[in-house]
């Protein structure tokens, strides 16, 4: 905790005594934010936490969640002389069903990595410029945190008519994934931690129905220690407090409430609105989700880079991966079914310099954060109970 004032420690500590003592009940909360994973696992949140309170990890992984399929035709689209594609760098490693972006881009696969989706528009207008001919085409990828900046990418190339630019959807949804997970009978979780940052954007009015229809209380929760915790504090309070009263509507909580309101941004969820409608969403590990993804609407058509390039071939050959990737078992880390440390091949066969799956290799992956942060005395390591 040495980055964090006194006074965050001062919090830390309150929080995680108000959470002890008002703990009773044997609880599982799953958060849905790879940035939160990573927090819990750096910041020792879990080891703070009474016994009976055991944290999974869901599908808040943008990297993590983007299908095999949309990652092979991004792959199928870079290996074109004629394009260059324009990603964010944690999906360079990401194996899809035969390779992956770094050997494409290692074959001589124009692949340039981007902080910003309206990056993808200055490389398109500088292609033009310089009258390479090239085809510029934005991997969009993420969840409703990052959609509107695609949103503004898509407008502004509208705009100016960039006849070489064109964008690869594949945005998801946080609320369908979440009702997948907890129509799951065997689901297991008691409460759930929602990412601030997506609710920041989209509002948390679509969580309350799914808190209701499932009876499980959901906290927005922001990304600090300190925001973690009193998250976690809020979901347990709704929990010990409610058990056995089925009368009882469950709620949603907002414990981020110094950023998230209500109904969201409304500008943003304008431009989302504007840009996007939803479309059934393959989830990488979770299979098809209904109206859980974005695609763009008539008005923007001419730039789905799936349109543009449906009946082209790619011209540089693609190196096979080396790895096994059977050994994966992301879709259960991703359903919170099991923790990283219980896959077999975690820490072995796959790390993050050799990854078998992408939970392993992005910066939000939970494998990695397990890999980077968790104490070599996990039980779940040694072979142990896994709380
Ligand atoms: S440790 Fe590796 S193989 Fe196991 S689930 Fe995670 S990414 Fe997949």
């Given at each position: 905790?040495?980055?964090?004032?006194?006074?965050?420690?001062?919090?830390?500590?309150?929080?995680?005594?108000?959470?002890?003592?008002?703990?009773?009940?044997?609880?599982?909360?799953?958060?849905?934010?790879?940035?939160?994973?990573?927090?819990?696992?750096?910041?020792?949140?879990?080891?703070?936490?009474?016994?009976?309170?055991?944290?999974?990890?869901?599908?808040?992984?943008?990297?993590?969640?983007?299908?095999?399929?949309?990652?092979?035709?991004?792959?199928?689209?870079?290996?074109?002389?004629?394009?260059v594609?324009?990603?964010?760098?944690?999906?360079?490693?990401?194996?899809?069903?035969?390779?992956?972006?770094?050997?494409?881009?290692?074959?001589?696969?124009?692949?340039?990595?981007?902080?910003?989706?309206?990056?993808?528009?200055?490389v398109a207008s500088e292609e033009l410029r310089l009258g390479t001919g090239r085809q510029v085409?934005?991997?969009?990828?993420?969840?409703?945190?990052?959609?509107?900046?695609?949103?503004?990418?898509?407008?502004?190339?509208?705009?100016?008519?960039?006849?070489n630019f064109?964008?690869?959807?594949?945005?998801?949804?946080?609320?369908?994934?979440?009702?997948?997970?907890?129509?799951?009978?065997?689901?297991?979780?008691?409460?759930?931690?929602?990412?601030?940052?997506?609710?920041?954007?989209?509002?948390?009015?679509?969580?309350?129905?799914?808190?209701?229809?499932?009876?499980?209380?959901?906290?927005?929760?922001?990304?600090?220690?300190?925001?973690?915790?009193?998250?976690?504090?809020?979901?347990?309070?709704?929990?010990?407090?409610?058990?056995?009263?089925?009368?009882?509507?469950?709620?949603?909580?907002?414990?981020?409430?110094?950023?998230?309101?209500?109904?969201?941004?409304?500008?943003?969820?304008?431009?989302?609105?504007?840009?996007?409608?939803?479309?059934?969403?393959?989830?990488?590990?979770?299979?098809?989700?209904?109206?859980?993804?974005?695609?763009?609407?008539?008005?923007?058509?001419?730039?789905?880079?799936?349109?543009?390039?449906?009946?082209?071939?790619?011209?540089?050959?693609?190196?096979?991966?080396?790895?096994?990737?059977?050994?994966?078992?992301?879709?259960?880390?991703?359903?919170?079914?099991?923790?990283?440390?219980?896959?077999?091949?975690?820490?072995?066969?796959?790390?993050?310099?050799?990854?078998?799956?992408?939970?392993?290799?992005?910066?939000?992956?939970?494998?990695?954060?397990?890999?980077?942060?968790?104490?070599?005395?996990?039980?779940?390591?040694?072979?142990?109970?896994?709380?």
């Amino acid at each position: 905790m040495s980055a964090y004032s006194s006074e965050d420690v001062r919090d830390v500590e309150a929080l995680a005594q108000g959470i002890h003592r008002i703990t009773k009940g044997n609880w599982t909360v799953m958060e849905v934010c790879g940035g939160q994973t990573h927090a819990i696992l750096k910041n020792g949140i879990d080891q703070l936490l009474p016994p009976a309170i055991r944290i999974v990890h869901g599908p808040g992984c943008p990297v993590c969640v983007t299908s095999m399929e949309v990652l092979d035709r991004a792959m199928e689209i870079a290996s074109r002389d004629d394009v260059v594609l324009c990603t964010y760098g944690d999906m360079l490693r990401v194996p899809g069903t035969k390779t992956d972006l770094a050997r494409i881009r290692s074959q001589g696969g124009k692949i340039r990595v981007i902080h910003s989706p309206l990056d993808a528009c200055k490389v398109a207008s500088e292609e033009l410029r310089l009258g390479t001919g090239r085809q510029v085409v934005l991997f969009a990828i993420g969840f409703e945190t990052t959609a509107p900046a695609t949103a503004m990418a898509v407008r502004a190339a509208h705009m100016k008519s960039l006849p070489n630019f064109s964008v690869l959807v594949s945005h998801v949804l946080v609320p369908p994934a979440l009702q997948a997970i907890l129509s799951d009978p065997d689901h297991g979780i008691d409460g759930i931690l929602a990412a601030g940052h997506v609710c920041a954007i989209t509002g948390y009015e679509a969580y309350e129905g799914i808190a209701d229809q499932y009876r499980t209380p959901i906290a927005v929760t922001g990304f600090s220690p300190v925001d973690i915790l009193r998250g976690m504090l809020a979901v347990v309070t709704e929990l010990e407090s409610s058990k056995g009263d089925t009368s009882r509507h469950t709620r949603v909580i907002n414990a981020y409430s110094q950023v998230v309101e209500r109904c969201g941004n409304v500008a943003a969820r304008r431009a989302l609105d504007e840009v996007f409608e939803c479309c059934d969403q393959v989830w990488r590990g979770m299979g098809t989700l209904p109206q859980s993804g974005f695609k763009l609407r008539s008005k923007y058509q001419a730039l789905d880079a799936t349109e543009r390039f449906a009946s082209e071939t790619s011209s540089i050959a693609c190196p096979a991966l080396p790895t096994i990737q059977s050994h994966c078992r992301a879709a259960e880390v991703l359903k919170g079914k099991i923790r990283p440390t219980q896959c077999e091949a975690f820490g072995k066969e796959c790390t993050p310099a050799y990854p078998l799956g992408a939970p392993m290799v992005s910066n939000e992956g939970a494998c990695a954060a397990y890999y980077h942060h968790q104490s070599r005395n996990d039980p779940d390591v040694l072979g142990g109970s896994s709380r």
